[in-house]
């Protein structure tokens, strides 16, 4: 088994429910190719600017990064991930920012362990 195939056989282990398969997809079949997304989705920064926009309130910049990360989730095989990014996104287009008060800091920690495995995999 390849150093590739063997990142892989870790992330399904160890993250349930990512969608290889349909990150595979978009990643055009390439399972290197898909690890290289991982590796640039892991050092986005995304989360940090995130909690910036957050501590300002500044809700549409917030909008704004919340979506690139719920589109970036689901292209690396997060679904559910990129699932509670969207409630987010839509609750600051809605102007429901309680919502956002009240799922940021569990979202974005959640996020960040993600992130932690796909490193300990790649």
């Known amino acids: 088994m390849s150093n590739t195939q063997d990142c892989i056989m870790k992330l399904r282990e160890q993250i349930p429910g990512i969608d290889i398969e349909q990150a595979l997809v978009f ?5 290197e190719f898909y690890l290289e997304v991982l590796g640039d989705y892991c050092n986005s920064g995304r989360v940090s ?12 910049n917030y909008r704004v990064e919340v979506h690139g990360l719920k589109s970036t989730s ?3 095989g997060l679904m559910e991930l990129g699932s509670a990014a969207e409630k987010l996104e839509m609750a ?31």
């Open 49 to 60: 600017k995130l909690d910036d926009y957050f501590n300002q309130k500044d809700w549409d």
């Open 74 to 76: 689901r292209t690396v």
């Open 27 to 31: 990643c055009m079949g390439s399972e």
């Open 92 to 122: 600051c287009k809605e102007g429901n920012f309680a919502y956002v008060e009240e799922n940021h800091l569990s979202f974005a920690a959640q996020v960040c362990e993600i992130m932690e495995t796909i490193k300990g995999c790649i």
